[in-house]
């Protein structure tokens, strides 16, 4: 059973930065694309950016490209957003989400239907 728990969220001010993780626990990883998703009020899932596991490499919505960072930790199962210069609009509840193992994809989805387990989520407020 896989469990993707995030942590990190919180209130922070325009301009400063807060990183999100996401431990990800009862199945290899190794071979799994993992994204940040978010959602605010009345809106749909918004993609962030995505991780290919294996190689690190990384795709971002343009809303958050040179702001936000994805990273991962091979030993700890760890995803991370690193949010930079944040805005009042970057308002959400972010996700992780993980595609499963046995689908050895060769892109990093960027749809929400392109990933098989999620977390459930850390609010991350950003105010003026």
């Known amino acids: 059973q896989v469990h993707l728990k995030e942590s990190g969220g919180g209130l922070v001010q325009a301009g400063h930065s807060l990183r999100v993780s996401c431990v990800a626990s009862g199945r290899d990883i190794s071979l799994t694309m993992m994204g940040w998703f978010r959602q605010a009020p009345g809106k749909e899932r918004e993609f962030v950016g995505g991780i290919d596991w294996r190689t690190g490499g990384t795709v971002y919505a343009d809303s958050v490209r040179g702001r936000f960072t994805v990273s991962r930790d091979d030993t700890e199962n760890t995803l991370y957003l690193q949010m930079d210069s944040l805005k009042p609009e970057d308002t959400a509840l972010y996700s992780c989400?993980?595609?499963?193992?046995?689908?050895?994809?060769?892109?990093?989805?960027?749809?929400?239907?392109?990933?098989?387990?999620w977390g459930q989520g850390t609010q991350v407020t950003v105010s003026t």
């Open positions: 989400a993980m595609t499963e193992v046995g689908r050895r994809l060769s892109f990093i989805p960027t749809a929400y239907r392109g990933y098989d387990y």
